[in-house]
């Protein structure tokens, strides 16, 4: 399975981007994706679930400001992301949440003045 991310880039604080990630050699709508970040000096964490059944959960910091989606026709996943601030600086990354496969080199985010 190789997974690619693209669409980060430097934006403003209170800027907006739309991150994708596209699967590639797997079946895809079976499986719970997940979007992870990994800040600067911090660990990988999960920030937004999309349940295979639909469902969709976020952690509290990005709550009302971030859209997760997926297109399983497409094999993808999309983060919308609002009212972005310094603290969501980090590498986003897409996977399955259970049992990830390899990690694919994830998209900058850089989010300053």
């Known amino acids: 399975v190789e997974l690619a991310e693209s669409g980060g880039g430097w934006v403003q604080p209170g800027g907006s981007l739309t991150l994708s990630c596209v699967a590639s050699g797997t079946v895809f709508d079976i499986h719970t994706m997940a979007w992870y970040r990994q800040a600067p000096g911090k660990e990988r964490e999960m920030i937004v679930t999309?349940?295979?059944?639909?469902?969709?959960d976020y952690i509290d910091s990005v709550k009302g400001r971030f859209t997760g989606s997926r297109d399983n026709a497409k094999k993808t996943v999309y983060l919308h992301m609002n009212d972005l601030k310094s603290e969501d600086t980090a590498v986003y990354y897409c996977?399955?949440?259970?049992?990830?496969?390899?990690w694919g080199r994830g998209t900058q985010v850089t989010v300053s003045s």
């Open positions: 999309l349940w295979s059944a639909g469902q969709i």
């Open positions: 996977n399955r949440m259970r049992d990830p496969w390899t």
